[in-house]
């Protein structure tokens, strides 16, 4: 149980963000902020993520330092990977960096890595720490949804519908290439949003056989085909998905369209805004409560805290259905 109430009380808050940004971090840090001086607390921003905490680039954050930034993709506190923080020594100078500010927990906004290093300083050092999941991939054990998962397949979906338009005036065949490192929620949320005849995801094994012959149905009815390939599926990438495909089935002019960064950045949707506001006055309520090593997420609509070490779901049972429903509507 996380839960520790015979612990000191907390004073001042840290705030990062950490790993791939996520539209929506920036509404996450501001309702951080916001909320820790609701509740009378000192709140400080730690640029870079870890490594900022390594480095002492820290610095005090006033109500007004986040006006104007709920609307705003990326994240004010940027972003980076530590080789520092990975390293125990390198934890020890963050430790006490955080001492000298007088810093006493903190509010890791990310993904998993992100929480794997919180676990890591936790353990070491015994500071309060509450994750926030932030990242576009929508990969978090804990959470129905990540902040930025929605802006992001919202991105996509467009960019997906343009390129139906251009489909359908040449009878072509497209390959998309979505983000999703391992996981391949966005893909299939992207799939059956923009009405794709096909998916490829990390989580099934589908193989370019079935493709193809989806692909040989579609051929003698429909004037244009998209197969979503998520990046990290197990046939490659949507240029080698392609490059097999083509092996076997030549009926379509082929092209392929890799969405790739354009899908991190933009002005968060209503959704994401309000996920990550919530988000935040709960990661420092969780603190005020004692909580600590423990991530906040929305689960059936109900903000819940699950601890950082729960494994990320495989195969989801929502992605599981949001396939089968797409297989049905391709026809
Ligand atoms: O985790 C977010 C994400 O955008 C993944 O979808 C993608 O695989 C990765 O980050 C890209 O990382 P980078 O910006 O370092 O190329």
Do not use: W
Request: net charge neutral; aromatic share 4%.
């Amino acid at each position: 149980m996380a839960m520790a109430s015979s612990a000191p009380p907390i004073g001042h808050v840290g705030v990062l963000t950490s790993g791939g940004d996520a539209p929506g971090m920036n509404a996450a840090i501001r309702a951080v902020v916001r909320a820790s001086h609701y509740y009378g607390l000192r709140v400080s921003g730690i640029l870079e993520g870890f490594d900022g905490l390594v480095r002492d680039v820290i610095k005090p954050m006033a109500v007004r330092d986040v006006s104007n930034i709920i609307q705003r993709g990326g994240t004010i506190l940027r972003s980076a990977r530590s080789e520092a923080f990975l390293t125990v020594e390198g934890r020890e100078v963050a430790r006490a960096n955080m001492a000298r500010h007088g810093i006493d927990a903190l509010v890791v906004i990310g993904g998993d890595g992100t929480f794997r290093g919180a676990a890591a300083f936790n353990r070491e050092h015994a500071l309060p720490v509450i994750g926030i999941p932030g990242t576009i991939d929508n990969d978090v054990a804990g959470t129905d949804v990540t902040i930025g998962f929605d802006t992001a397949t919202n991105t996509a979906v467009e960019m997906i519908d343009r390129i139906r338009d251009t489909a359908s005036a040449h009878d072509r065949l497209f390959f998309v290439e979505v983000m999703g490192r391992t996981a391949g929620a966005i893909a299939v949320q992207c799939g059956i949003a923009a009405g794709a005849e096909f998916v490829m995801v990390p989580e099934q094994k589908q193989d370019i056989a079935q493709l193809v012959t989806v692909l040989e149905r579609s051929a003698k009815s429909k004037s244009s085909v998209i197969v979503i390939v998520a990046e990290g599926d197990e046939e490659g990438g949507a240029y080698e998905v392609a490059r097999k495909v083509k092996q076997r089935f030549a009926h379509y002019d082929t092209r392929v369209s890799v969405l790739g960064h354009v899908q991190r950045g933009g002005n968060p949707t209503v959704s994401d805004r309000v996920l990550a506001s919530r988000s935040g006055v709960a990661a420092v309520e969780g603190l005020l409560q004692g909580r600590t090593n423990e991530l906040v997420g929305v689960i059936n609509g109900q903000i819940t805290y699950t601890a950082f070490n729960v494994a990320p779901p495989k195969a989801s049972v929502g992605e599981t259905e949001l396939l089968r429903i797409l297989n049905i509507l391709s026809i």
